[in-house]
């Protein structure tokens, strides 16, 4: 590939954000943009596991949603159970509540993530026929135990009380929490390319996603690896689940449908199997999501497939195509 | 005895050569075909006559399904889409009182139409790629479209659909001949029954024909291994794209039918995940591969829909006591059950009641 083609999945976020601003005010495109670049970064937490799953053990599975909902759920109940630090007048007070959330929710769906790779992904090796038909029925099951756990009505979910409301600079609105959610997307997104970049497993990682046979036959589990890797997927999907929870405030169980499709968009665009991919492309789903809902509301869901078809036409394999062989 | 001989090469004739392949299975379907076509005399009653009409069209429906998820190995999402486009068809004319058989004849074919300029607009961008992405792709497409059609009020009405009335040789107020026949008053609700089983019976012998023809075996081929097919010469692409293409027209002509059925349709009706989940079922229960198969996994289906909510509410009542037990068997939670039961399918049973069937008679053989 020439140095031009290499480059050209780059230009498109800027490109795209650039385009916005003359379509509105500079205010509302700031904070449109905002908020945007903070969807993105929730999605980039929900979507990371699957991209990484399907790239490693060519896996889709399509009841990664139910951990997004199942964190989502946890957020219900733990910020309602920490109430006193959620209503403190006290910024470290608020955080500390999100924090525990945050934890609760990882640790949680995390172990029904082993459990489920344990009891419904194990048995499916290899056929996406299977995996398909049996992650579906997973889908419903989780999402209708949830109902049976938590009720059918939708929740309020209790927003720390210095992280509501805005700033407002240059006439500019700015959602704290969402700041907040850039933060911790950004720490997150560090965190993996640190750890995929930097560490042996994050290469032994690497190597598996590219060719998975030859890891195996210098002697790595990579089986052993892929669990892990499953695990910390789910995590990070019950930590978008909380972070979604809290900026939505209201929720019911149509949420893990919603984010089916908007993550599988999200990693069709970036090209299965590419972290960096599922980052750019989250950034893109959110930025294009938040700019048609000011500026055409109805047609918000058509634009996010809008952009997924636009880039399939010019990237048949998303824009960061993993090598594979 | 030569008349026999002759007779069963017709009949052979009708289903193009492919039996259901075992004992049990032929007397399951030749059970199911004679109930179907004596429904309005043997099961008399709206309720059931009801229900033996959403047999008919689901028999169609799940056999278009199984075209692609049994023949060519592919798993689309966007079926109940197809099936929602040919109610709406038939509902939109008819809704805006133009009633006449002009008016279905149009709206279904309309809606055949759209439902194959779709199909094949996402067979040609996403079976191009990667198969999985066709999974995904129809996904999103089918929640846009379920979208659209509660937004868009004036075409669709909406969250509440539409209602309408039928030309009068099917509404409830016609009468065939004006004795009653065999105790039965052959009204608009029998014409409309056998209207709906005619038009099923044929589609689902159009499909028998298509599977056992050259293409249907090319499909078959790609199922099993895409890359010889397609370097023996076949372009895969183009006959992946004519199955979804083919099983979205019959999915909108027995969207049409279940118009003529409900004499509404809605967003909830036609299009909900619920029915995609239902047809899922349908082809995993009965045999994927098979056609058999899912005709008699639509009437399980339907059948026990028909009854699982009260059993469900019977074993709520009787777990009162029982804390978090009775919220399991509440009867909203049937998805819950057919999920279970879905899984168990797919993990204990994959090749389903004809498939399995068919196994017993080769290893014996």
Not at chain 2, 15 to 22: A, E, Q
Not at chain 2, 333 to 359: D, E, H, K, N, T
Request: net charge positive.
């Amino acid at each position: 590939m020439s140095g031009l083609n290499r480059a050209a999945p780059w230009v498109v976020l800027p490109v795209l954000i650039l385009a916005a601003l003359p379509a509105m005010a500079f205010s509302s495109w700031v904070t449109l943009t905002l908020a945007g670049v903070a969807m993105g970064m929730m999605l980039f937490l929900m979507a990371a596991g699957l991209t990484l799953v399907f790239g490693l053990m060519d896996v889709l599975n399509f009841a990664h949603a139910a951990f997004v909902t199942l964190g989502a759920y946890l957020a219900v109940s733990t910020l309602g159970a920490l109430s006193g630090l959620v209503e403190a007048n006290s910024l470290v007070l608020n955080l500390l509540a999100l924090v525990v959330a945050l934890l609760v929710a990882a640790a949680v769906s995390g172990a029904f993530g082993f459990a489920f790779e344990r009891v419904i992904i194990r048995r499916v090796y290899g056929s996406h026929l299977q995996q398909i038909l049996i992650t579906v029925g997973g889908l419903i099951v989780a999402e209708q135990l949830l109902v049976v756990v938590w009720g059918a009505e939708p929740l309020h979910v209790a927003k720390p009380l210095l992280l509501r409301g805005s700033f407002i600079i240059g006439g500019a609105a700015i959602e704290k929490y969402r700041v907040v959610a850039v933060g911790l997307g950004l720490l997150v997104f560090a965190a993996m390319h640190l750890v995929l970049n930097r560490t042996r497993i994050g290469l032994l990682i690497r190597a598996g996603v590219e060719n998975r046979e030859m890891v195996e036959a210098l002697g790595f589990r990579v089986r052993r690896l892929f669990v892990g890797v499953f695990v910390a997927g789910t995590a990070l999907a019950g930590i978008g689940g909380v972070m979604w929870a809290v900026y939505q405030e209201l929720i019911t169980t149509a949420i893990g449908a919603d984010m089916t499709i908007l993550m599988f968009i999200v990693v069709i665009i970036g090209g299965l199997g590419s972290v960096t991919g599922c980052f750019v492309g989250a950034m893109l789903v959110g930025l294009v999501a938040n700019y048609t809902e000011f500026l055409a509301p109805k047609l918000a869901l058509g634009s996010s497939i809008a952009l997924m078809v636009l880039i399939l036409l010019w990237r048949p394999r998303g824009l960061f195509p993993v090598a594979k062989q | 005895m030569r008349f026999a001989t002759r007779l069963h090469g017709g009949a052979l004739r009708i289903i193009s050569g492919d039996r259901p392949g075992h004992p049990i299975a032929s007397a399951l379907v030749i059970a199911l075909l004679l109930g179907l076509a004596a429904a309005p005399f043997v099961f008399p009653g709206t309720r059931s006559m009801a229900a033996a009409a959403r047999i008919c069209i689901f028999v169609v429906l799940a056999a278009s399904y199984d075209m692609l998820l049994g023949y060519t190995g592919i798993v689309s999402f966007a079926h109940t889409m197809f099936f929602a486009i040919g109610a709406y068809g038939v509902a939109i004319p008819l809704a805006r009182g133009w009633v006449g058989w002009d008016a279905v004849l149009f709206g279904t074919v309309c809606g055949v139409a759209l439902a194959v300029v779709l199909a094949v607009g996402i067979g040609l961008l996403s079976l191009r790629v990667r198969r999985i992405f066709f999974s995904m792709i129809t996904l999103a497409v089918a929640s846009f479209a379920q979208l659209l059609a509660t937004q868009l009020r004036d075409l669709t009405g909406g969250e509440d659909g539409l209602t309408f009335s039928l030309p009068t040789a099917l509404g409830p107020a016609f009468r065939l001949v004006s004795e009653p026949v065999l105790g039965v008053r052959l009204d608009g609700r029998v014409v409309t029954y056998y209207l709906i089983f005619a038009v099923s019976l044929a589609l689902f012998l159009l499909m028998l024909r298509i599977v056992n023809a050259p293409f249907g075996r090319v499909l078959q081929a790609i199922r099993e291994n895409e890359f010889r097919a397609e370097a023996l010469g076949y372009r895969t692409v183009v006959y992946r794209t004519l199955a979804t293409a083919f099983s979205a027209a019959i999915a909108a002509v027995a969207g049409a039918l279940m118009a003529l059925l409900l004499r509404y349709n809605g967003p909830e009706a036609t299009m909900s995940f619920s029915i995609m989940v239902d047809i899922l079922l349908m082809v995993v229960i009965g045999g994927m591969g098979t056609l058999y198969g899912p005709a008699l996994g639509a009437a399980v289906i339907v059948l026990a829909q028909y009854y699982l909510q009260s059993g469900l509410q019977a074993m709520s009542d009787a777990t009162a006591g029982v804390p978090l037990l009775p919220a399991l068997f509440h009867p909203d939670r049937w998805l819950l059950w057919l999920g279970v039961l879905f899984v168990l399918i797919v993990y204990f049973f994959p090749a389903g009641i004809v498939g399995s069937l068919r196994r017993r008679v080769v290893r014996s053989g």
